[in-house]
């Protein structure tokens, strides 16, 4: 299974940026996949930002992203997408996706349950 992030921009304080995440090598219905969205700044550690169960369409989201990113799935095409809207210049890191296949629901912020992982997009906010 092969993750791929795509969508790397530099905004301005208060604007909208959505990140796709393609999944390949797998069904993401098919192998009930988990696919959490994942950012880390520099000097920080690695945080769960969302996370969405495609079986079903449950979807999770860290209190600091509550109200202004959406996740949501094409399953049809195998992809994963993150709308951030009202950007803030905290927002500003390298954004990763991950899939895993048996993620307990109650843990999805943790990175170390997610097997498989995309490189990377770096997204910045600034004015």
């Known amino acids: 299974v092969q993750l791929q992030e795509s969508g790397p921009g530099l905004v301005a304080p208060s604007q909208t940026l959505s990140l796709t995440c393609a999944v390949s090598?797998?069904?993401?219905?098919?192998?009930?996949?988990?696919i959490g969205w994942f950012r880390q700044a520099p000097g920080k550690e690695r945080e769960g930002v969302s996370c969405?169960?495609?079986?079903?369409?449950?979807?999770y989201y860290a209190d600091s992203v509550k109200g202004r990113f959406t996740i949501s799935s094409d399953n049809a095409k195998n992809t994963v997408y993150l709308q951030m809207n009202s950007l803030k210049p905290e927002d500003t890191a390298v954004y990763y996706c991950?899939?895993?296949?048996?993620?307990?629901?109650?843990?999805?912020?943790?990175?170390?349950?997610?097997?498989?992982w995309g490189q990377g997009t770096q997204v910045t906010v600034s004015s």
């Open positions: 969405i169960f495609v079986t079903d369409g449950n979807t």
């Open positions: 991950a899939a895993d296949r048996s993620l307990p629901r109650r843990r999805w912020r943790l990175p170390t349950e997610y097997v498989y």
């Open positions: 090598g797998g069904s993401i219905t098919a192998n009930y996949y988990a």
